[in-house]
């Protein structure tokens, strides 16, 4: 297994996950989800799925995977470094001298919190 592809596609796997969580689409997908949602053959996936949980990112198995604190943590702070162009304020939301601009983890926390308001 190539270090740096079990790295991309590690990337993918806990963005993904982290994505589908917060969407409330699946806490726990099965290999299968995951292989459609990354177009990828599930054949092709389940060796990584088991990597990742060995190296402490997964729990669960074949009838559902979940993020561990530590996958969690990486997945929210990948996924923001991905979207952050996407996912910065619009004209008026916040400032350069936000909270948010601290860190990845923070933008995050404040795209959550915008979110929040807005559907409330």
């Not at 297994?1 to 996950?17: P, W, Y």
């Not at 949602?37 to 599930?42: E, G, I, R, T």
Request: proline share 5%; charged share 30%.
């Amino acid at each position: 297994m190539d270090e740096l592809e079990a790295l991309r596609i590690r990337d993918e796997v806990l963005q993904a996950m982290y994505w589908m969580r917060s969407e409330g689409l699946a806490d726990a997908p099965r290999a299968e989800e995951l292989a459609r949602f990354l177009a990828v053959p599930a054949a092709t996936l389940g060796p990584y799925l088991q990597r990742f949980k060995a190296d402490g990112y997964l729990e669960g198995g074949p009838d559902g995977w979940r993020l561990s604190a530590s996958g969690l943590e990486t997945g929210k702070r990948t996924f923001a470094e991905e979207f952050a162009d996407l996912t910065k304020p619009a004209h008026g939301e916040c400032d350069d001298d936000c909270w948010c601009h601290d860190s990845p983890e923070e933008a995050a926390r404040c795209l959550e919190q915008r979110a929040g308001h807005a559907h409330a």
